[in-house]
């Protein structure tokens, strides 16, 4: 089968299409034979081995440990292993998978879902990391409830653009925070207010939020925390800004530490895709309360230039590979 595959951690450039064998599935394991798959920043983070960081989470310390790129996957059930009971042989799916960039991928069962009836194979690519960790943000982190005022920083991102999306279903008021040429797509999403980083922080007028969700990670605690209710709740997504290192990851820690000593909530988000979690996304997509932004979606062969175009944000909401 064909897969983009790569031999040791760098840039994009070490990325290649290449003919390896067809993965069988194990125990509890899906074969899907993959239709599309999305792009999200984990993969330039496997792929550059950065921060370091995570080559100590088992990911691999002198080389990935799976060659194979690519996370988020949509395709149809091919075979499946032992012991699975939720899916059957032309099943469609969506989930979770090391090495979703190829023509077949092995997935654990507990990692998928149907796929919703909704939506296309590119659409549902893109929804499984980002769609689930927003949905962890806003209704686990957070606890957002019906007429909270939400912040959402980053609001036309990957994650942030489901986060908008989720937060309005859950029936807050919801302010995102975009660049200039993403502020009509962020109210196409539903957002009541869009406030334009490059024009001002936040909206004039001492507005507090109950609720901020920070996807974007290169704003200060201090800054946050003025905008923040007394006994509001702050959402850290990810963090792009740090060092080689961590990563930004110290900033989670340090809201956490911070916390210790505030009426108000600062957490750090480390989310994990589950079948139920997948399934919960699934109704709020099929009930049209939630809608994946797919801005591009590139061929295999072109898998790439995809990473590296989302690294260089040339891209809004998320992109798609087709397989």
Not at 63 to 74: F, H, L, N, Q, S
Not at 136 to 155: H, M, S, Y
Not at 234 to 262: D, H, N, P
């Amino acid at each position: 089968m064909k897969a983009i595959v790569q031999d040791i951690y760098g840039t994009a450039d070490v990325l290649g299409l290449r003919e390896v064998p067809r993965p069988v599935p194990g125990e509890r394991e899906v074969l899907v034979r993959v239709r599309a798959a999305g792009v999200d920043q984990g993969v330039w983070h496997l792929m550059t081995g950065l921060p370091y960081l995570i080559r100590l989470f088992g990911f691999g310390l002198m080389k990935p440990k799976v060659p194979v790129r690519g996370r988020e996957v949509a395709g149809v059930v091919e075979a499946v292993g032992a012991g699975v009971t939720r899916f059957d042989v032309g099943d469609g799916v969506f989930g979770t998978s090391e090495g979703s960039f190829a023509e077949y991928v092995c997935a654990k069962e507990d990692r998928l879902a149907r796929k919703p009836r909704n939506l296309t194979y590119e659409e549902a690519a893109v929804a499984p990391i980002s769609g689930v960790t927003a949905l962890q943000a806003v209704r686990d982190a957070g606890e957002v409830t019906v007429g909270q005022k939400v912040l959402v920083i980053g609001a036309a991102g990957g994650v942030g653009s489901f986060a908008v999306q989720i937060a309005k279903a859950f029936g807050a008021a919801v302010t995102g925070v975009c660049s200039t040429g993403t502020v009509d797509l962020v109210r196409e999403l539903g957002a009541d207010a869009v406030v334009d980083y490059t024009r001002e922080l936040f909206p004039a007028g001492g507005t507090l939020y109950d609720v901020i969700v920070d996807t974007a990670g290169n704003r200060p605690l201090s800054l946050l925390r003025r905008v923040l209710a007394p006994r509001g709740t702050l959402v850290i997504v990810g963090g792009e800004s740090g060092g080689k290192l961590t990563g930004g990851f110290e900033r989670s820690l340090g809201a956490s530490l911070v916390s210790l000593f505030s009426r108000q909530k600062l957490k750090g988000l480390v989310s994990k895709e589950t079948h139920l979690d997948l399934e919960a996304l699934t109704s709020l997509i099929e009930a049209g309360s939630v809608k994946p932004v797919v801005d591009r979606i590139y061929p295999l062969a072109e898998a790439p230039a995809a990473v590296r175009d989302l690294r260089e944000g040339r891209n809004r909401g998320k992109v798609a590979i087709t397989v």
